[in-house]
Nanobody
Framework: QVQLVESGGGSVQAGDSLRLTCAAS???????????MGWFRQAPGKERDFVAGILWTGGRTSYDDSVQGRFTISKDNAKKTIYLQMNDLKPEDTAVYYC???????????WGPGTLVTVFS
């Protein structure tokens, strides 16, 4: 069973940068070829929201308007890993960040445990 683990969270000042990593494991030697991978976040008292996504084949990306131009999602197919480069962080970016896998014709799943990002003003 595929497992995803996020890392790279921390506490930073507004305007700083962080890079999150999400690594997949448990593929039992089979190729890891999801339809897409995504980053989501959940702020205290709020629902989990989409942040960014990337198609595994082709690499087309999409972003929520709130992070467009500041965040960049990327992937390393060989390492079964995706990244989220977050620049110019704002206090409203404070949240637990999760990565997830999407197979074709299904919703995002295989959620990781999350990594906390705290941005101080």
């Amino acid at each position: 069973q595929v497992q995803l683990v996020e890392s790279g969270g921390g506490s930073v000042q507004a305007g700083d940068s962080l890079r999150l990593t999400c690594a997949a494991s448990g593929t039992s030697g089979r190729p890891f070829i999801p339809y897409a991978m995504g980053w989501f976040r959940q702020a205290p008292g709020k629902e989990r929201d989409f942040v960014a996504g990337i198609l595994w084949t082709g690499g087309r990306t999409s972003y929520d308007d709130s992070v467009q131009g500041r965040f960049t999602i990327s992937k390393d197919n060989a390492k079964k890993t995706i990244y989220l480069q977050m620049n110019d962080l704002k206090p409203e970016d404070t949240a637990v960040y999760y990565c997830a896998r999407k197979v074709r014709n299904s919703d995002f799943g295989s959620w990781g445990p999350g990594t906390l990002v705290t941005v101080f003003s």
